[in-house]
């Protein structure tokens, strides 16, 4: 089973905004889906990511 977070928990695990999940995800940065109109993404995607922005040193990473 797949964990999810929100927009928002996403944000707080990567310490940036949701505007900025948002346009993660609106890009394919981050993988994330719509269950009944509310925004997901899955932990490890999170996780993956924090892993590779961290990596190149991207200070946006958390």
Same mark, same amino acid.
């Given at each position: 089973?797949?964990?999810?977070?929100?927009?928002?928990?996403?944000?707080?695990?990567?310490?940036?905004?949701?505007?900025?999940?948002? *346009?993660?995800?609106?890009?394919?940065?981050?993988?994330?889906?719509?269950? *009944?109109?509310?925004?997901?993404?899955?932990?490890?995607?999170?996780?993956?990511?924090?892993?590779?922005?961290?990596?190149?040193?991207?200070?946006?990473?958390?």
């Amino acid at each position: 089973m797949t964990t999810l977070v929100s927009v928002t928990e996403a944000a707080q695990m990567l310490s940036t905004t949701s505007a900025h999940v948002m *346009e993660l995800c609106r890009t394919g940065e981050l993988t994330c889906g719509d269950i *009944e109109g509310v925004m997901v993404i899955p932990v490890a995607a999170v996780y993956d990511y924090k892993k590779r922005r961290t990596a190149t040193g991207d200070a946006r990473a958390g």
